[in-house]
């Protein structure tokens, strides 16, 4: 079998065994503080947002996962037809594959057969080129693409790239040339407030900080490593979701943020959206979702999200997410210790109704 075919199996299989380990999050290190009176009716909490210049009814979406073999073209159908009877926004998995090799075409764009109304992006590395993101686009008939910045996982891959320096200039080429949405996205490592700045720089204006609490792609790429060759002490490198959300905080003007990586609940879900980010990106649960339950069940699993968020944000007083970003929010234990160590303002955060 091709490489980087048997590649897409080995990584969809390991993300669905690693789904099965129980992680701690930093979504546990924040707690809202409750007001005894929301003073609001739940059927006039509005859960819309927008991102990447398209309006969503509801403040989460698929991630890009994966693509290019027979295996992934039965999960890619799958996720599409979710996305559309759900009408959530969703990307395929890396095309680079697709760019070498016709013969896996289908397995993208079996998306856009399923969804043909749907807003799909596609999905290329950032050592890619503005040609291939235009390719990579045209295959499935995208409406915008993801850059994923994955250096943490290619250092660990055994084939893995080994050059880095171009990837800011082909963001920049991208983001200014392509004349459709980009968003730039880690993979689980997380961002700090240096990166979101070098990335505002070069004219990006979403990004999606995914940090380390999820899908490990370091666990996945050191399980496929020889047993003598493992780089284990890298497992848990990298900024956590939470982290990397308040990391963002003094951009959050400038840029759109997405929260993802190890979103367990619709509770992290708020909490990501309190904190600023515009929606709440998904892997793991909807791969879970597709994988264990039949689809009629899955779409139900989805729209109970959906009705789950409106509850909570009733609970907090939110009437949308302009508000719900208003609400007092504490940061304790490690995350606290993070804020005080790197000079972001938590006390803010637990004061935002007094301000």
Not at 131 to 138: N, P, S
Not at 190 to 211: C, F, H, P, W, Y
Not at 255 to 278: F, M, P, T, W
Request: glycine share 6%; with cysteine; net charge negative.
């Amino acid at each position: 079998m091709n490489i980087d075919i048997n590649r897409k199996d080995e990584h969809l299989n390991l993300a669905l065994e690693f789904q099965k380990i129980k992680r701690q999050s930093d979504f546990d290190n924040m707690d809202f503080i409750h007001d005894v009176f929301p003073n609001i009716d739940m059927k006039d909490v509005d859960i819309s947002t927008s991102i990447a210049g398209f309006k969503l009814d509801h403040p989460f979406h698929m991630n890009g996962m994966t693509g290019g073999s027979e295996l992934t073209k039965s999960y890619n159908e799958k996720f599409a037809i979710l996305a559309r009877e759900t009408n959530t926004f969703m990307a395929v998995g890396s095309l680079s594959v697709a760019l070498k090799d016709k013969s896996t075409h289908d397995s993208f764009k079996i998306a856009r057969k399923q969804n043909p109304h749907g807003i799909i992006f596609a999905n290329l590395g950032a050592d890619k080129t503005l040609e291939d993101a235009k390719k990579a686009c045209e295959i499935i008939g995208a409406d915008g693409i993801q850059i994923h910045v994955n250096a943490a996982q290619e250092i660990i891959m055994t084939e893995g790239e080994r050059e880095f320096s171009k990837w800011l200039d082909n963001i920049s080429d991208i983001v200014d040339n392509l004349g459709l949405p980009v968003i730039i996205k880690e993979v689980g490592f997380g961002m700090s407030r240096n990166a979101i700045r070098q990335l505002k720089e070069v004219g990006a204006k979403t990004v999606d900080i995914s940090g380390k609490g999820g899908t490990s792609f370091a666990m996945i790429e050191n399980s496929r490593r020889d047993e003598d060759d493992k780089l284990s002490f890298l497992n848990d490198y990298g900024n956590s979701t939470v982290v990397s959300l308040l990391e963002s905080q003094q951009y959050m003007d400038d840029i759109e943020i997405i929260s993802s990586s190890g979103i367990r609940n619709s509770y992290d879900i708020v909490k990501s959206l309190s904190l600023g980010a515009k929606s709440v990106a998904m892997a793991g649960r909807f791969l879970k979702l597709v994988n264990d339950l039949p689809m009629e069940e899955a779409i139900d699993k989805v729209n109970n999200w959906k009705s789950q968020i409106k509850s909570i944000m009733t609970l907090l007083g939110a009437k949308n997410l302009d508000e719900l970003r208003k609400v007092d929010i504490i940061v304790k234990n490690e995350v606290k210790n993070w804020c005080e160590i790197r000079n972001i303002d938590y006390k803010k955060l637990a004061n935002r109704r007094n301000i």
